[in-house]
């Protein structure tokens, strides 16, 4: 089992910034990918980044490439995502999850998931 915690989320005002952190524990040597998905009100859950084990390899949705960056701690089995200029359409509540490869980006591919994590943005 692997249990995943995020933090960070919460209000920001249109163009500013945020840093999700997302604290695995368990058995996480038994996955080579962390991923952060989110969902809006009324829409699915998405895809949004994901990062290899070793960090080497990291995928972005269209939507928030040049924004938004993933990263890794190993020592601390820690995942971060620093969100910067972020739109009123980014609000949603942010999931980190842990899955099998980081080139898969549905949720369907991932077997554990945090409880999410509020980020709303104000125009």
């Known amino acids: 089992q692997v249990q995943l915690v995020e933090s960070g989320g919460g209000l920001v005002q249109a163009g500013g910034s945020l840093r999700l952190s997302c604290a695995a524990s368990g058995r996480t040597n038994s996955r080579d990918a962390m991923a952060w998905f989110r969902q809006g009100p009324g829409k699915e859950r998405e895809f949004v980044a994901a990062?290899?084990?070793?960090?080497?390899?990291?995928y972005y949705a269209d939507s928030v490439k040049g924004r938004f960056t993933i990263s890794t701690d190993n020592a601390k089995n820690t995942v971060y995502l620093q969100m910067n200029t972020l739109k009123p359409e980014d609000t949603a509540v942010y999931y980190c999850?842990?899955?099998?490869?980081?080139?898969?980006?549905?949720?369907?591919?991932?077997?554990?998931w945090g409880q999410g994590t509020q980020v709303t943005v104000s125009s």
């Open positions: 990062i290899s084990k070793t960090g080497g390899s990291t």
């Open positions: 999850a842990a899955g099998l490869s980081a080139r898969l980006t549905y949720p369907q591919n991932y077997n554990y």
